[in-house]
Nanobody
Framework: QLQLAESGGGLVQPGGSLKLSCTGS????????IGWFRQAPGKEREGISC????????KYADSAKGRFAVSRDNFISAVYLQMDNLKPEDTAVYYC????????????????????WGQGTQVTVSS
């Protein structure tokens, strides 16, 4: 059965960059759309990006547009979130989540209902 694992978080200065990875195992990842979410202390979980199973569709929350880019490499069952020009308000635990494509390989959304979540990776943006 599919399992997800995030990596790539850490401490970065404002204006810096991080690239998060979401790696799937146990099942072929190209059957799933993948969403990226984050949760900051005292705030509700926020959907920030998603990418369709075939990689043809990507969406971004307003807070991420122009700074973040999602991509995937189904050959190695990996999804990435490139984060540039990071700001302190980006500090959060970042999660990836999988949703079965059900044949809609070019669709994704950032809804919170997902079949499987990773354990999260901490991103801290601070001087």
């Amino acid at each position: 059965q599919l399992q997800l694992a995030e990596s790539g978080g850490g401490l970065v200065q404002p204006g810096g960059s991080l690239k998060l990875s979401c790696t799937g195992s146990g099942y072929r990842l190209d059957f799933f759309a993948i969403g990226w979410f984050r949760q900051a202390p005292g705030k509700e979980r926020e959907g920030i990006s998603c990418i369709s199973a075939n990689g043809d569709t990507a969406k971004y929350a307003d807070s991420a547009k122009g700074r973040f880019a999602v991509s995937r490499d189904n050959f190695i069952s990996a999804v990435y979130l490139q984060m540039d020009n990071l700001k302190p308000e980006d500090t959060a635990v970042y999660y990836c989540a999988a949703k079965s494509s059900l044949g809609a390989d070019d669709y994704c959304d950032m809804g919170g209902e997902n079949e499987l979540w990773g354990q999260g990776t901490q991103v801290t943006v601070s001087s």
